[in-house]
């Protein structure tokens, strides 16, 4: 009985901010676009933006997990496991909020790394049920695009509907803090 009236709890606290969540998506654009569906326990993330810098200077940010939680909002820890030519493992904590709660996700990774066009990662333990994710570089001369696409199953309950715009809110800030690191380390030159 204590679990029912939790979720009715937590249901009120999503529904009465999610106004405030639509809000926040509009305005904080940046020139990112990000697009958050469900299909059964499927979440699948489309998202996409121009970072005026360099293809290698893209990588290098996307691919710098041992200094990510400095610039990643939400992201605990971020390690490499192991290392190999082209493949990585990586274990990573992040807080994911909801409104006023927050889930924890850990998550241990297969990283492929097809330099310096395609980041592919697989899920092998930790929160989610599944997880794959794969990143394009696109080179545009003075500037790159960066495709990045998802689909993962939770391990833990995503409210509906208000639960997508709280995931659609953290990517496009995850992607807004790795762009503005790519264009601060282009600007600096390092």
Known sequence: MAKFWVKIILAVAIFSIAPLVGLANAADDQGIDVFVKKVGELV???????????????WNVLVDYEHM???????????VVERGDSRLRVSQTSTVPFGFLS???????DVDLK????????VISGTLKKGDA??????QGSSTHIVYHSETISGTWIPPGVGLRFIRTNIRDQMNALRSEMIR???SGS
């Open 103 to 109: 889930m924890s996700v850990d998550t241990v990774r």
């Open 44 to 58: 699948i993330v489309d998202a996409a933006f121009n970072v005026p810098t360099t293809q290698r200077q893209a």
């Open 134 to 139: 794969t990143t394009r570089l696109i080179d």
């Open 115 to 122: 330099p310096y066009s395609q980041i592919r990662s697989h």
């Open 185 to 187: 380390r282009q600007s």
């Open 69 to 79: 939680t400095r610039f990643v909002p939400n992201l605990r820890t971020s390690i």
